[in-house]
């Protein structure tokens, strides 16, 4: 078992695991809408299926809204 960080809390993998791994386990709501950073760096979508994560690295999900201005 690796432990990672997931969105700033501990979680525990059975290695070998993808950054798609990762979205299926933690049941990400619209995974083709999210963006990842592994260790504070994007992961292009092309490599969500072959990034391999090693034990430590900290995964964060991340959902850009957009939005309008109220005048």
């Known amino acids: 078992m690796a432990k990672l960080i997931v969105n700033?809390?501990?979680q525990e993998v059975l290695l070998p695991a993808t950054v798609a791994?990762?979205?299926r386990e933690n049941h990400?709501?619209?995974?083709?809408m999210v963006s990842?950073?592994?260790n504070e760096e994007f992961v292009d979508r092309?490599?969500?299926s072959t990034l391999q994560l090693k034990d430590g690295?900290?995964?964060d999900f991340l959902y850009?809204?957009?939005g309008?201005?109220?005048v």
Do not use: L
């Open 8 to 10: 700033g809390g501990e």
């Open 21 to 23: 791994d990762v979205i």
């Open 46 to 48: 092309e490599e969500f």
């Open 57 to 59: 690295d900290e995964v």
């Open 64 to 66: 850009f809204m957009g």
């Open 68 to 70: 309008g201005a109220y």
């Open 28 to 32: 990400v709501a619209q995974p083709d």
């Open 36 to 38: 990842v950073q592994v």
